[in-house]
């Protein structure tokens, strides 16, 4: 008889789509801009709400907003977010959807300047994850000093949902810093 492999406390075995984001997704290094663009996007969308919200929706962000090509996402207009902002099938938050366009055009903004979305994120890293000693629920920060950092250099730059307890969270997502829990198959990774 083969056993579960052991995963983080807070993961809710119950739902397919977040065991699978656990398993393939969160924590792992991410370095294609498009995909880090997608996961800033939708850690500011689910600010308040749960992850499993986001989760469902995702599909549906993706059709919306270009499958989060960047240069296109710039050039979402005012109108187009009025038509969407009634959609079922995302986040409906005004000042969350009109982030999409505006957060675009600091990314692209930040490309120019340091080559790559990637390469400005990972350089606060020195280019490796972080690992931290994740035994409990006590152990995750909600912020730390990093994001913060990454938080007031974003909303210098103009871009809108990227606060520290957002930042932390896009950091954990795109495996900047590794908070799986010690117990977790994944925290190797």
Known sequence: MSSLPKRCFWV????????DYHDREWGRPIHEDQKLFELLILEGAQAGLSWETVLKKREHYQKLFFHFDIVKCSKISASYLERIAS???????????????????????????????????????????????????????????????????????????????????????????????????????
């Not at 809710?12 to 065991?19: A, M, S």
Request: aromatic share 10%.
């Open 87 to 189: 959609d079922p099938g995302i986040i409906r938050n005004r000042l969350k959807l009109a982030s999409v366009p505006l957060n675009a055009k600091g990314v692209l903004q930040i490309k120019k300047e340091f080559g790559s979305f990637s390469h400005y994120l990972w350089s606060y890293v020195d280019h490796k994850p972080l690992r931290n000693k994740v035994r409990g629920k006590k152990d995750i920060p909600s912020s730390s000093p990093l994001a913060e950092e990454i938080s007031k250099d974003l909303k210098k730059r103009g871009l809108k949902f990227v606060g520290p307890t957002i930042i932390y969270a896009f950091m954990q997502a795109i495996g900047m810093v590794n908070d799986h829990s010690a117990t977790c198959f994944c925290s190797k990774n």
């Open 12 to 19: 809710n075995l119950k739902n397919p789509l977040y065991v």
